[in-house]
């Protein structure tokens, strides 16, 4: 008598007749039913769909190290634990993304997807042992060997658990189909009348308007469907999920389509998925591009599988591709134009920030979801990218509240020797509903550094630090330990370090990266945010990753670089292995003078109070129509008025900053004096290399005329309130029988 084993089951999709022969292989899969709504529940009342395993030979068989997986391009599967299955016996499997095992079910780490993609077993080498290829399997039927173990595949009466020999064999005819629709996606100041259209008479059509994916349950079309101005409905998303906030109903709406041709049960056409944007202006409402996020409600906000909340399993702060979701993208430029329209996937980007109510979100372009790569010229900053396999819709929780500030660092990094991120401002819409303000950007891997260098099917090592020790995030360590060994062997003094140091390093990009940190006073940093990668090669050198400048432009007087590199009376603020390679490096002279000079030159140009400023300025008008909406959404910033302050504290920062950069300057590089104006004050700072016994300070006008003088006695440094007019001055300091004069320029 045969034996039954009751256990989960995976959810996948698969043609019928042809199959390997698998009569070497003594486990085969027996069935798999795609789309389970009524046929069994599992031990937490759902119905996920399942898989069903045999045993065809005549000995018992450890099932652990069998894999299962509905990715034909892996060999690594979700693992089968455990069991001894007996001679000419069952076990079921569900396929419910759930990842858990029980004595009485196993439930797998992936879903099934009607008509997409195959159920195969594996063996722990990732050996195909057996495969079942997508077809139309309709609702509530299965799809399976019959009889039990052979190479024939019907569709049958599901037995979940039983012999197949005894099942109903369905007959179906599926027809191929195609969907066409009237109005494409955009915008309109007049509500629409919308019309389908299909090409075989048996088949019907079904929509959504909710973002739901459309099946044989949803709403069949009937003639036409009016779609009408939404925006004073009440939010049907906005409130899920685990909101510390929850707006009003005021957030702007868009109208989402979701169409699909179905025939015996199965979709017979691609899935169209549109946003119409209804409203008295007519267009969609922001100067800057739109992101249209369209996907199943279930895939976010379900408490089981969705990624956007907490749920049972912390599901926001979850990782890899099992929580990875499918999505429509459409993006439209700042004039209304649809410039991407695809299928991706989409994962929750970040670390901390996956706590937050205004999450990031990772896209990502694959073959199976119908696009390899993201096809459009994104960034102008970049403007010779025009494709990318992974982009970033990065939400701001900057702590200052001003929105602007991360896209603001890297705009006024974009010309040093940088990898930084492009980025573009936009207004994300999911399933309709106004998200708030996001960065359309790139995704430091892999990919970046092929696109941004123009380099194909390259290995790379990535190394990121953080509180608690150095993690790999791609490739290997093996490079990265023989640099730290190098470094604590090498003589720092020596004369050949400096060119050594141009061997394992881009001087220019180390120095640039933490030039800029040290002026933008990142306080996120260096025990996060802070990546090093390099080329797998015997020539290549380790560069660093710029991003994540949230936790910047706050801390005016941050002496930041002294901590970074000294120990204040044995106290190392920062971890030792963060901060080991640039203390090295500037044991040596040579570095030493070239990152002290460029660091004098960054901050006469780049980083001079009026350029940063000017970039200031620039974003505020950028960003000013967007705030009001996004401060209702998220209550962060909390108003208007609000935001106009925290922007005006950036301004204060850029005024500021350079009198504790200089002063840093000397603390730690010496020279003689040092005159610090601030252009927010009348405030004049100086420095001198020692104490002086008497000091003279003159000021003399541009014609040469004598307009103050100070005496000073016993002093290393003065401060002086000049009240000068406005103009171009000569300041003359004379002490130890020296003398040094510097220009000062008086703004008002």
Known sequence: MRTIRFIPWLHLLIPILLIPDGSAQDLKINEAQYSNRITINDADNDSPDWIEIINISSRSINLRGYQLTDDSTTSIGWKLPNHDLAPDSVILIFASGKNKYSTHEWHTDFKLKLMEEPVILMDWSGRLLDRIDPQCVPPDASLGRWPDGS???????????????????????????????????????????????????????????????????????DNSIILKDINLEENRFANLGDPNYKPGNLISKANILRAVVISEGCPASKVISNTYSINASGNMNYPVPVVSIITDPDNLFDEETGIYLKGKHINYAQHGKEWERPVHIEIFDSIG???????????????????????????????????????????????????????????????????????????????????????????????????????????????????????????????????????????????????????????????????????????????????????????????????????????????????????????????????????????????????????????????????????????????????????????????????????????????????????????????????????????????????????SSDLINLRLPWLAEHVTINIFSASGMQVRQDLFTAVDRVSINHKLDQGVYIIQVIFDHQVHSGKLIVCR
């Open 151 to 221: 190479n024939v595949l019907r569709i049958l009466t599901p037995t979940p658990g039983t012999s197949n020999n005894s099942a109903e064999v369905k007959e179906i005819e599926y027809l191929r189909d195609s969907l066409w629709i009237s109005h494409p996606s955009g915008s309109s100041k007049q509500q629409l009348t919308l019309q389908l259209f299909n090409k075989h008479g048996p088949n019907k059509i079904y929509y959504t308007l909710d973002g739901s994916s459309p099946d044989e349950r949803s709403t069949p079309y």
């Open 337 to 679: 134009q649809l410039v991407i329209d695809q299928d991706a996937g989409m994962r929750i980007h970040g670390g901390a920030s996956r706590g937050s109510d205004q999450k990031s979100l990772r896209l990502y372009a694959r073959e199976s979801y119908g696009a390899e790569e993201f096809k459009y010229p994104f960034f102008p900053q970049k403007s010779s990218l025009t494709s990318f396999k992974t982009l970033l819709l990065r939400g701001s929780r900057e702590w200052s509240g001003t929105l602007l500030k991360d896209e603001l660092c890297h705009s006024l990094v974009q010309d040093l020797k940088l990898d930084y991120c492009a980025t573009k401002t936009s207004i994300v819409l999911i399933n309709g509903e106004y998200w708030g303000i996001y960065n359309i950007r790139e995704r430091q891997d892999k990919y970046y550094v092929e696109n941004n260098y123009d380099l194909e099917n390259i290995n790379i090592d990535i190394i990121s630090y953080n509180d608690k020790g150095i993690l790999l995030e791609e490739g290997s360590t093996k490079a990265y330990d023989r640099l730290i060994d190098s470094l604590s062997i090498c003589d720092p003094q020596d004369k050949l370090f400096f060119k050594k140091i141009g061997d394992w390093f881009d001087i220019e990009n180390l120095s640039d990266f933490f030039i800029a940190h040290f002026y933008l006073a990142n306080t996120d940093f260096p025990d996060n945010n802070y990546k090093t990668w390099r080329i797998q090669s015997d020539t290549s050198k380790w560069r660093y990753f710029f991003f994540d400048l949230d936790g910047a432009m706050r801390q005016t007087f941050s002496n930041q670089m002294s901590d970074h590199i000294d120990a204040v009376d044995g106290y190392q603020q920062y971890p030792a292995h963060t901060t080991y390679i640039l203390s090295r490096l500037l044991q040596n002279p040579d570095f030493r003078d070239y990152f002290h000079n460029r660091f004098l030159f960054l901050m006469k140009e780049t980083f001079n109070p009026e350029t940063v400023v000017g970039q200031i300025n620039e974003y505020q008008k950028h960003y000013q129509p967007l705030v009001s909406e996004h401060s209702y959404r998220w209550d962060r910033p909390e108003d208007y008025r609000s935001w106009i302050s925290n922007v005006e504290m950036l301004r204060a920062f850029a005024f500021q900053r350079p009198l504790t950069i200089y002063d840093e300057l000397h603390n730690i590089f010496g020279g003689s004096i040092s005159i610090f104006p601030n252009p």
